[in-house]
């Protein structure tokens, strides 16, 4: 079983900064990938970014990439995901997951289905 504790959430002005983090266990990160989905109110989750140590492979969505960077430290067992120039359409519930069987990848960030674990998620809010 993996277990997740997220944080760094909250309530950010349009052009802010937030670090998410979190804290995995029961995970190995030798194998498998693990990545950021996040969702709003009546719409399905969409895949923000993931890494896999095994083969080094990151992977962050069109609508983030220069602006959402995930990172982690695998002597604490802790991902990031660095969150700069937030615009209101970053507000959702944010998920750190897990899957073992698959690489980092467009392919298996399209789909929330394909994770095995997930943690409870972290609140982000952008508004003025």
């Known amino acids: 079983q993996v277990h997740f504790v997220e944080s760094g959430g909250g309530l950010v002005q349009p052009g802010g900064s937030l670090r998410l983090s979190c804290v995995v266990s029961g995970f190995n990160f030798d194998f498998g990938t693990i990545g950021w989905f996040r969702q709003t109110p009546g719409k399905q989750h969409e895949g923000v970014s993931c890494m896999s140590k095994k083969d080094g492979a990151t992977w962050h969505a069109d609508s983030v990439k220069g602006r959402l960077t995930m990172s982690a430290d695998y002597a604490k067992s802790t991902v990031y995901l660095q969150m700069n120039s937030l615009k209101p359409e970053d507000t959702a519930v944010y998920y750190c997951?897990?899957?073992?069987?698959?690489?980092?990848?467009?392919?298996?960030?399209?789909?929330?289905?394909?994770?095995?674990?997930w943690g409870k998620g972290t609140l982000v809010t952008v508004s003025a």
């Open positions: 997951a897990t899957v073992g069987a698959y690489g980092c990848s467009a392919y298996v960030m399209s789909t929330f289905g394909n994770m095995d674990y």
